[in-house]
């Protein structure tokens, strides 16, 4: 086994050796890749090509960079949540020592070495703070050791798209331009079809927020239980519902270093609302027993790990005006419930 010297690239590529195929695979084939419009052809290809053929090594060896980080995101989705949890107030910047204990605890409550891969992996290909650390654990720990890259001939069939010649080009472009002709007819008084207005952009997302799993329990929302006082007052079916936004949100108790302050600005999940208030899930930085991963906070550009607190708060404001980061899609939402 070689160290982990290499670029992050490379350490991902071997990282997915090291994870069983069994676990990339079954990972791989409950996932809809379709025709996604939200998934860029440089990551759907490969891991449509991965679902046919089941070659994780030609895979981990040739596919673009972009489609190994997004399938590392997937693999490392949940086990990544529990080595937040376990890290708890060190989760934005660990030293070695403690995301150490942190793999130790996890392993002892039941994550695989897979899992463990994937995590440390994923942190060194997104360049976490915690990266020299993983690579340390890489190198340090023998169960982590990770494999070489196999040498692999990329073939006609392999991920990147094959050359036509041009003349060939010429003569379907052609052929094309007539069978429209004849299709058209010989009169030009026909009235031209309606065509379908384009919609606005979608908020951008990472491609792993485009996969979709082949689950129907983790595509349909579920529904959140609210006090009748709640819902006297609220709609949670309105439409900012499952939408993140930057509120002022009060403080439950006062801060004797700043007692002057009162709230403090913050990202919070709207839950309900309704035309002159929220009812919100405030998000914050730090880890607390009340709290869970917010496990969007990356595809929706949030510079580090959050965290949605169960408490509800209600908030008066103008939701007309209100700064949105961006919509939980339902796998998302159901993950907070």
Known sequence: MAPTTGNAAEISRRALLKISETTILTTVDGLDLRGHAKISAVVGIPLRNLQQHHDVATFAATAPIAAVTALLELLAMAPLEKVIVALGEHADTPNFEQLSAAIDDVRRDGSSVDDVAA??????????????????????????????????????????????????????????????KRKRGPTSSRPPRPTKAKSAPKTRGTPLGALKVNDESTERRRPMIFTPAELARFDPEHALAGVIVIVEVPFDAMDPATPEMKSKERPALVVAANADALLVQPIYSSAAPTRKVLQAWRRLGLDHVCYVDDVRVALSVATESLERVGRLNDQEWNAQL
């Open 119 to 180: 995590v440390l992996a994923f942190a060194i290909a997104e360049e976490f703070p915690a990266a020299p650390h993983c690579r340390r654990l890489f190198d340090e720990r023998d169960y982590l050791a990770l494999p070489e890259l196999p040498d692999v001939v990329v073939t006609p069939t392999s991920f990147a798209p094959k050359e036509t010649d041009p003349e060939i080009k010429e003569q379907r472009r052609r052929r094309r331009e007539e069978e429209k």
